[in-house]
């Protein structure tokens, strides 16, 4: 018997599921397995549809994206109670993601921005009518519903995702790899890293073998699970920890934060120095994981 | 009402020497406001980010990080690494929208706790200016 899966997408930019299909070769073998209940991002499927089917019918349900609107927060509790099992999939849905960095914001300078300050807008306004109520705020879809299972990656990586869909079929729990993302890269690390000068991503050229970090690029690494195969300082880019943070850690922010500044040379990087080339503290370690941080959103003043 | 507002102020301290300047200060008789909590730690440099993040999101209207003076840390670097996560740090709380300032680092020696007393007394009048923690929760 085939199993029931549905696929909800909350707010996010379709580029999990695009992963999913990248699977390739690996869909002809699982597709035949599965039946698809509800897909809204593929097919023409309704809310009405998920509404009219029967408590917990569903085998295995995947949420992508936050929530930023109550439609989303209704899409996802409507999701928790039809399916017996509930993966979050993809890392807006796991920790919130780049688009949570508006947290950093109210949600009214936000869309002020947007509908009235933008500079491709004339005679701009905040759509009232029709649209679903803004949350103030996001948080991790984990503090509204109970999730059974966790697939972080921005987007999810193929592999993992293949892993993880056989062996649901085999009636098997996946489980996420435990170690940081260094401990998967292939380049090539020294005992001890001391940096003489802290990097942005654009400044020169990396050697191609040698660690990214070691030449003075913020590079994730160290605070972000493994899971993707280190695709990103693969090619020559510094991960950007949209992994997450590892195990038993709160605040994958404050915890790269906190290596970087151990990792510097303290005669040739002055705390000023540091502060100028990391630029947006933020934006840089907490990019994936605000919202799920120990302090997930900015304090609006009130005026 | 801010004419009685206290400010809770969570201190971490290194071992060998700001927490022995506490000592000092405390043998001495010398007086300080008792809005500051101390906690202990081996090395301004084992303060994890997370501590004060933590300490605020709980609702402490300050954090007072105090280690040796540069030079003079007993594990050689762990000082200066503290400076540089503190000022990453102001930045973060500044994006967060809580003031820089409620994150102080000072350097205070086994010796002075006259340097503690005066410290604290500044630190407290500061945040009595500046008020409660935007994250403070109100009871």
Redesign the interface.
């Given at each position: 018997m085939p199993v029931k899966v549905m696929f909800a997408q909350l707010a996010s930019c379709w580029g999990c599921h695009q992963s999913l299909l990248d699977l390739h070769e690996t869909l002809i073998d699982v597709l035949p397995q599965l039946e698809i209940v509800f897909w809204h991002t593929v097919a023409d499927y309704k809310l009405h549809d998920v509404e009219k089917l029967p408590d917990g019918s569903v085998d295995v349900g995947f949420t992508e994206g936050f929530c930023r609107n109550e439609e989303d927060l209704h899409l996802l509790k409507l999701t928790r109670q039809k399916c017996k099992l509930l993966v979050s999939y993809g890392t807006c849905s796991t920790y919130g993601s780049i688009p949570s960095l508006l947290n950093?914001y109210s949600i009214d300078e936000a869309l002020s921005r947007k509908f009235k300050e933008a500079e491709s807008v004339v005679d701009g306004r905040i759509p009232d009518k029709y649209v679903p109520k803004m949350l103030e705020y996001v948080k991790p879809n984990r503090e509204y519903v109970k999730y059974d299972l966790f697939l972080p990656g921005c987007p999810p990586e193929p592999p993992l995702i293949a892993e993880a869909i056989t062996s649901l079929l085999r009636g098997e729990m996946p489980k996420l790899k435990e170690r940081t993302l260094c401990d998967e890269c292939p380049r090539i690390k020294s005992e001890v890293i001391v940096l003489k000068k802290v990097k942005r991503d654009f400044e020169g050229i990396p050697e191609p073998e040698k660690c990214l970090l070691e030449q003075g690029y913020i590079c994730m690494g160290p605070a972000t699970r493994e899971g993707c195969g280190a695709v990103c300082p693969s090619a020559g880019f510094p991960c950007k920890g949209c992994m997450g943070p590892g195990p038993n850690v709160?605040?994958q922010?404050?915890?790269m934060?906190?290596a970087?500044?151990?990792l510097?040379d303290?005669e040739s990087?002055s705390?000023?120095e540091?502060?100028k080339t990391?630029k947006?503290?933020?934006g840089t370690?907490?990019r994936f994981t605000l919202p799920s941080?120990?302090?997930p959103?900015?304090?609006?003043?009130k005026k | 009402m801010a004419g009685d507002f206290e400010p809770k102020i969570l201190g971490i301290f290194c071992n060998w020497c700001s927490y022995a300047g506490a000592d000092m200060a405390g043998t001495s008789r010398m007086q300080y406001p008792p809005n500051v909590r101390i906690v202990r730690v081996l090395c301004s440099g084992r303060v994890d980010p997370q501590f004060v993040l933590k300490a605020f999101e709980l609702g402490a209207d300050g954090v007072l990080v105090a280690g040796c003076h540069p030079g003079d840390c007993h594990y050689v670097k762990g000082n200066y690494r503290a400076e540089r996560r503190i000022a990453l740090l102001k930045e973060m709380l500044k994006q967060l929208g809580i003031e820089p300032e409620r994150l102080m680092l000072r350097w205070i020696s086994a010796s002075e706790g006259a340097e503690l007393v005066k410290t604290t007394e500044e630190f407290v009048n500061m945040l009595k200016e500046l008020g409660p923690s935007p994250l403070r929760k109100t009871s």
């Open positions: 950093l709160m605040d922010g404050a915890k934060l906190s970087l500044a151990s510097v303290y990087v705390p000023e540091l502060v990391v947006d503290v933020i370690f907490s941080s120990i302090i959103k900015s304090v609006f003043k | -």
